[in-house]
Every structure is written in structure tokens, then in C-alpha cells.
């Protein structure tokens, strides 16, 4: 390790030589509408879930036309799109807290939902805590119905989460409503769900279209309404459902659909969601409660240091939020794991930035933003990932980001070690200092601590 006295004392770079790598000054964040924020981060839920990306898009794609076949008004329309996008944003929070408690994996439970039930996973989870099966499965509806009032999308939306897991015969949860006692948002989501599981479950669109009457109708009348089966049947026997079900742009296909009410931008709203999606990230964490925001504080504390724009201090804040939303796709036990990792562990953990540029790289405005995340594990010495670049071939903003993102994990418990006090921390950041983190910046970073 190399203490603070023997670093050795190159002069401070310019802020425009630290900025080197920027070709220009990005905006600030952009004023987005909730649609286009939840099409974007509802691929992260389906990565948490164990889906295919698109999933959630797709229920959303589906459920919407049935919502129109009704014409259903607002605001209930709005309760079904949103609770399409977001119908399992409770499935993270769910999922770290079964590992831990039962010590199963997340995709064994939520992953083969809403098709197979209790009975059908006791192959799987045979020695297995049931209650805690149970609770978490139970508890995602709620919890996402949680989420959805934090992102202010209205209490319809939040119903549709809630509920969607209820089935018309009353045998679902997680209050075994039956009928016209279901929501008619949570009936139309889950009827959507079901159909877009059978649909990919199919060879190709082809074969899925002509089987999806037979396997829909094996749910009708017993978990789903058996009226809103038959509209999504006559639906389904158009060519322009499938077309646009199978479209090569889905994203925009879904935002087309988000409705006159919700075409209010707001930054304040982006901002919002990156929060709450960050809380989301660290949900998954055995420690580090709130780790994506301090990195925040961290982050924009050393920006402002260096003296850029308040702009881009902004831009470099939200980063810092999201900078973990890609951990949505790392599994629990990987996640809460207090030994070593494997190798194929390890690799299934560097995936997080490339899931992370995934997710963010269509938003307007978050271009930029994608590919500081995407490469904040880069390091100085060409020993990082995802791209080994070295020096100042990484972006001012990953650099930054890096030094925030190690002090916050430094300065928190951690299963193996207890936070390191801020000396410590200091320590470790100066012996990192040219090898892992930019030198310069990390006495910037100290010369605040």
C-alpha cells in the first residue's frame, strides 16, 4: 500500500486537460416522460426477473390493445400501460430477501411466473423454507405496487401491480380475489403476462400464433377472465397485432402507445426514477444499504471539485444513481455471496456495466451517460474491463465515477470486513492511485475528505 506522503506529487492537471477525453459538454439531463423512463428500465426488471429483455415491453404491447378494445378511459388506461411496463418491480427486493432467508435462487421461483404455480416448483425448492417461498412470492405484488406510488403513476398503475397475480377463480394472490373483484387493470395485465409467456415460449411467430388460442384458453375461466380471453383472441387473429408484437423498433412501438396524458417531460421526473431504481440495484446487495447514493454525493462533491459546469456536475450525479441499476441482472446468490467468487461467477458480475449501458443507451439524453457507466471499471493501468482501456482513453466522467464508487464501498460494512474509516479509506484510495484510480483525481478526491 502507498501512504499519502510517498505518492509522488505531479503537478495538478487543468481542467482541461482532465476533460481531455470529452469531445463536449453534454446538456443538462434531459426532461423525459414517465413512458419513456419506464420502457427503459423495465429491462432492467426483466433482467431481475430472469426474463428475455423485452418482456415487460411486450405485456405492455399486448395489454394496451386490449385496453383499447375497451375503450378503457382514463385514468385506468394509464394504470394499464404503466402497470404492464412495471407489473414485477417488486421481484428485486423479493428476491434478496428469499436467497437469504431460503437460500434459492430468484430465476427458480420468479422466473417461470405467472405459469407455474406452488405445486409445480416443489421439484425444485423440495428442502427449501415453503414460508419464505411464499412471502416473497406474495410480497412482490405489494412491494411493486410500492414502487409504482414512489414513481407517482397513480394509483390505477399500482393497483394493476398489486393485483395481477390474482386469479378470476379466486385461487391466486395475495388476497385471493375472485371475479369483478379483481381490478380490471390487474385483470388485463395478467391476461397480457400469461399470453406474452406462451408466445415466447414458441419456435417462432408463426407457431405462436396458431397455437396461442388452444394454450390461452387453458387459463380462461380459471386464472384469467374468460371475457377478456375471447377480446385478446379476436385481437390476435389480425396480422397488425402481430406485427407490431414482433416489431424491430418495440420501444418505440410501446411509446407510441403511452397516451395523450402522459406526454408531460420533466427532468424532475428522470431524476425520480433514477433514485428509486438505484435503491432498487442496492435492494439486491448483502450490505451497502444505499451505496448508489452516496456514490452520488461522492461523485458530484469531486466534479465540483474539478470545477465543471453545474450541467454536467448534474449529468455526472445521475450517473453516479445508476451507475449499479445493470446488478438488477446478477443474481441474489451471487450478489449476497460472502466468499470468492468463481470464475463464472465473476464474469456474470462484469456483465453489470454492459447491462447498465443496456438499459440507459436509448433514453434521450442518456447516450453519454451510458458509456461513462459502462466503463467506470476501467482502470489506469489497462488492467480493468469491459475494454482494458488504459489512461486517457477513459472518459473524465468514468474516472470520477470510479473514485466515488470504491470510497462509498469502502466506507460501508461488508460481509467479509466492517467500513473502513475514512483514513483508511484514504489510504487505500492513494495505494490505488496510477494503477486502479486516476492519481490526480484521487487527491482532488482526498484533499475533500
Request: charged share 25%; proline share 4%; net charge negative.
Amino acid at each position: 500500500m502507498v501512504s499519502e506522503s510517498s505518492t509522488p506529487r505531479r503537478p495538478v492537471l487543468t481542467l482541461d486537460e482532465l476533460a481531455q477525453p470529452v469531445t463536449r459538454r453534454p446538456d443538462r439531463i434531459h426532461a423525459l416522460t414517465a413512458a419513456e423512463m419506464a420502457i427503459a428500465f423495465s429491462k432492467g426488471l426483466d433482467l431481475a426477473e430472469g426474463k428475455e429483455v423485452g418482456h415487460a415491453q411486450r405485456v405492455c404491447y399486448i395489454a394496451t390493445q386490449v385496453a383499447d378494445v375497451l375503450n378503457l378511459a382514463e385514468p385506468a388506461r394509464s394504470g394499464v400501460y404503466f402497470g404492464a411496463l412495471l407489473h414485477d418491480a417488486g421481484v428485486t427486493a423479493s428476491s434478496a430477501d428469499l436467497f437469504r432467508a431460503a437460500g434459492v435462487d430468484e430465476t427458480t421461483v420468479f422466473g417461470p411466473s405467472p405459469l407455474r404455480g406452488r405445486d409445480d416448483q416443489r421439484g425444485t425448492t423440495l428442502f427449501a423454507d415453503r414460508t419464505a417461498i411464499d412471502d416473497a412470492v406474495h410480497g412482490h405484488c405489494s412491494a411493486g405496487a410500492g414502487i409504482v406510488r414512489q414513481l407517482e403513476l397513480g394509483d390505477d398503475a399500482a393497483r394493476a401491480v398489486e393485483s395481477h397475480h390474482e386469479h378470476w377463480d379466486g385461487s391466486g394472490y395475495p388476497e385471493g380475489l375472485a371475479e369483478e373483484e379483481i381490478p380490471i387493470e390487474a385483470r388485463i395485465v395478467a391476461l397480457a403476462d400469461v399470453a406474452e409467456v406462451l408466445i415466447s415460449d414458441e419456435l417462432n411467430a408463426l407457431v405462436a400464433r396458431r397455437r396461442l388460442p388452444q394454450s390461452l384458453e387453458d387459463y380462461s375461466g380459471r386464472m384469467l377472465d374468460p371475457r377478456l380471453v375471447g377480446l385478446l383472441l379476436d385481437l390476435a387473429k389480425s396480422d397488425e397485432f402481430w406485427l407490431g408484437l414482433y416489431s424491430e423498433d418495440l420501444a418505440e412501438t410501446v411509446n407510441s402507445l403511452r397516451g395523450a396524458v402522459e406526454t408531460r417531460k420533466s427532468r424532475k421526473r428522470a431524476t425520480r426514477f433514477a433514485e428509486v431504481f438505484a435503491d432498487l440495484a442496492d435492494a439486491k446487495r448483502s450490505y451497502g444499504s444505499a451505496h448508489s447514493r452516496r456514490t452520488a454525493e461522492c461523485a458530484q462533491q469531486l466534479a465540483e471539485a474539478v470545477e465543471l459546469e453545474p450541467a454536467h456536475v448534474e449529468m455526472i450525479r445521475i450517473a453516479a444513481l445508476l451507475l449499479d441499476v445493470g446488478l438488477l441482472g446478477v443474481p441474489a446468490r451471487i450478489m449476497t455471496k460472502p466468499d470468492i467468487l468463481s470464475v463464472t461467477e465473476m464474469q456474470l458480475m462484469r456483465q453489470h456495466p454492459a447491462n447498465s449501458e443496456m438499459i440507459l443507451e436509448d433514453l434521450p439524453g442518456f447516450e453519454e451517460v451510458s458509456q461513462w457507466i459502462a466503463r467506470h471499471h476501467e482502470r489506469p493501468d489497462g488492467k480493468g474491463y469491459p475494454e482494458m482501456l488504459s489512461g486517457d482513453d477513459i472518459a473524465l466522467e468514468s474516472r470520477i465515477l470510479a473514485i466515488a464508487d470504491v470510497y462509498a464501498a469502502l466506507t460501508a460494512d461488508r460481509p467479509h470486513r466492517a467500513a473502513l474509516s475514512r483514513k483508511d479509506a484514504r489510504q487505500v484510495l492513494f495505494g490505488a492511485a496510477g494503477t486502479q484510480l486516476d492519481p490526480e483525481l484521487v487527491r482532488s478526491f482526498v484533499s475533500l475528505l
